[in-house]
């Protein structure tokens, strides 16, 4: 198991890491999900040890990981821009983290060899092995790189936007690969992404972060159906978010008083509510909204819809079935299936 | 039926594309004649001179004495500030390139200062260090230590003046290169020493080769500095340039001109090298 305590990392004036607890348990497969700068690139490069926090503890297995380098930790890293050695081949690039263990512990050029072809197996790639990287395509080579990270056979594999410099088809190819790669060989993985989408749909846990704190972790049916902060609910998935006001356990947006419960809240206030979780005209709660304009294509009709709030008007965009015809200037009630409010 | 104005247009376009071409002849036209008058010429009459009186006159003003010391000497100091610059060079490269650290522009702007600094400047500098009269000039003379008009002076000077090559071949490089690679070497378990053996060095070799040439050609070259430095001891601290200014003014135009010949073919070489290592180093930039 990894765990990191209390990890703050400092660039300057900016704190890239603000007080950073985590476990990582063995065999899982974790996604660190954030904007950039959200400090989860920093939070994989201390793990891995190619940056050193300025306060908190790592710690593998129970030993503290910030006394070994880089080298010493058995951390396999795959970078987003592969960093491949241009020079060799790539039989080289894969055999290179076997080459340069001590002597003692060498495996001899036959068992070098052996366990390359087994890499270049896993990877799909053997056929590839006298190419140099440059002869590559982008998926090729990030395919190597990590038959090169996982050579050496590390504790943990840490990979940082592996997939950020592919193009889109390739990029949901190598992700389902990954997925079931990690099936295959149940090496405890951290990748980081800024793509919700991927975090969601490969990694067993997900842990939002926002400037260098961690919002939530969960699993990506948590994070994606309980979202614990006002940030992740907008980070992930698409929100509809109305400015309200909760006084005394109600809600009102603008002087208009709300149906719905706001326990724990009070002051103003955001409503969040899936686009898909809010209907039209089902069952009153009080919250009315013009329509604006509205689109058809395919199964349904999507509107904006404008909500007075106070002195302001928001225009939220829905989506809403097709049979159930919206006119443009007509008024409609406003339903949310289920939402979230959150103190500003 | 073609209106006026579309012949006009078309007139105007074969005018403009005349006009163009004549630009460009006259352009190229120039530049061939300068290079030349300027190149050429010079670098013929060189070897026209040193075979004056026959290739036996030529072969004879190599083998003499004093010709042979210089050649000899030329070579040693070429190889000692090459060897010094190799290192140098290299550190300073790495130091910029890998590193961020305040200081970091003054330091660049440092190692282009012998370009900006006239050659006489920096051998006198050491006359200022070394010297009789000098800061260190005591010490050593009580110490029994000769630097100046010696191998250790000339070396010194040569260094000085050809420092800034390697590093100005490499720090370009480096920066292109970025850290990646060794920082991926790092995560493998490689050493420091592994690392810069087995990545960075076959990464930059070709920059390497580039910047020794170059700093080589201009060691062997070198007059200004080494001037101020050598004292003119003949058969004993007289580069190459210093012989070929000293025949000259002797009026032994053969002798001269056979040694500069030398010289000239050096650039030559040092040319064709330069062209295709650039070849070598466009591959090596691209990166994966």
């Known amino acids: 198991m990894i765990e990191l305590t209390n990890i703050t990392k400092r660039f300057g004036a900016f704190a890239a890491l603000d007080g950073v607890d985590l476990k990582i348990a063995d065999g899982e497969l974790l996604a660190l999900l954030g904007p950039s700068g959200s400090g989860k690139t920093t939070l994989l490069r201390i793990i891995a040890g190619l940056d050193w926090p300025d306060g908190g503890e790592v710690s593998f297995d129970g030993e503290n990981a910030l006394a070994r380098g880089a080298g010493e930790r058995q951390v396999g890293f795959v970078f987003q821009h592969y960093a491949l050695f241009r020079h060799m081949t790539v039989f080289e690039n894969v055999a290179f983290g076997l080459r340069v263990k001590p002597r003692a512990i060498r495996k001899d050029e036959a068992g070098i060899r052996a366990r390359v072809k087994e890499l270049l197996d896993l990877v799909q790639l053997d056929w590839l092995a006298d190419r140099y990287p440059s002869q590559l395509s982008g998926g090729q080579r990030q395919r190597i790189a990590l038959a090169r990270a996982l050579a050496t056979e590390p504790r943990i594999l840490l990979l940082d936007e592996p997939f950020g410099a592919l193009d889109a088809e390739v990029r949901k190819e190598l992700r389902r690969w990954l997925r079931s790669l990690h099936e295959e060989i149940n090496v405890t993985s951290v990748f980081v992404t800024h793509d919700q989408e991927e975090a969601l749909e490969v990694a067993n846990r997900v842990v939002v972060m926002d400037k260098g704190k961690i919002e939530q972790i969960g699993t990506p049916g948590d994070v994606y159906d309980y979202p614990a902060t006002a940030f992740v609910h907008g980070f992930i998935g698409e929100s509809v978010v109305l400015p309200v006001n909760v006084a005394e356990g109600r809600v009102w947006i603008g002087d208009q008083p709300l149906n719905i419960t706001a326990p724990n809240v009070g002051g103003p206030s955001k409503l969040y509510v899936r686009r898909h979780d809010m209907q039209v005209g089902f069952e009153s709660i009080g919250l009315r909204g013009a329509v604006r304009h509205v689109r058809s294509f395919g199964a349904i009709q999507r509107a904006d819809i404008a909500v007075c709030a106070g002195g302001s008007e928001t225009v939220i965009e829905i989506d809403t079935p097709r049979d159930h015809a919206l006119r443009t200037g007509e008024t409609v009630e406003l339903h949310p299936r289920r939402y979230r409010i959150f103190a500003d | ?288």
């Open chain 2, 1 to 288: 039926m073609i209106s006026e104005s579309a012949i006009a247009y078309q007139v105007g376009q074969a005018g403009a594309r005349s006009e163009r071409w004549l630009v460009r002849v006259v352009i190229i036209g120039l530049t061939m004649l300068f290079l030349t008058v300027f190149v050429v010429l010079p670098l013929i009459m060189v070897f026209a001179q040193a075979l004056a009186h026959g290739v036996a006159a030529y072969l004879a003003a190599l083998v003499e004495p004093e010709a042979l010391a210089a050649i000899k000497l030329t070579l040693a100091v070429a190889a000692i500030s090459v060897g010094l610059n190799l290192v140098f060079g290299l550190i300073a490269a790495w130091a910029v390139a890998k590193f961020e650290f305040p200081g970091k522009t003054l330091l660049i702007t440092l190692i282009d200062l012998p370009f900006s600094v006239s050659p006489v400047i920096s051998g006198l500098v050491f006359v200022l260090l070394f010297g009789a009269q000098g800061y260190f000039g005591a010490w050593l003379q009580s110490h029994d230590i000769q630097i100046l008009f010696a191998v250790p002076g000339i070396a010194l000077a040569t260094t000085f003046v050809t420092f800034p090559f390697v590093s100005r071949a490499l720090i370009p490089l480096m920066l292109e290169q970025g850290t990646l690679e060794e920082e991926a070497a790092l995560s493998l378990g490689a050493s420091g020493l592994q690392t810069f053996f087995r990545v960075t060095l076959p990464n930059i070799k070709w920059g390497v080769l580039y910047g020794v040439l170059l700093c080589n050609a201009r060691a062997m070259g070198e007059f200004g500095a080494v001037s101020v430095v050598s004292g003119h001891i003949r058969g004993e601290t007289n580069t190459m340039p210093l012989l070929v200014e000293i025949l000259y003014n002797e009026y032994q135009f053969v002798p001269a001109f056979a040694v500069a010949s030398l010289l000239a073919l050096l650039a030559l070489i040092t040319l064709i090298a330069k062209t295709i290592l650039e070849r070598h180093l466009d591959e090596g930039t691209t990166s994966p």
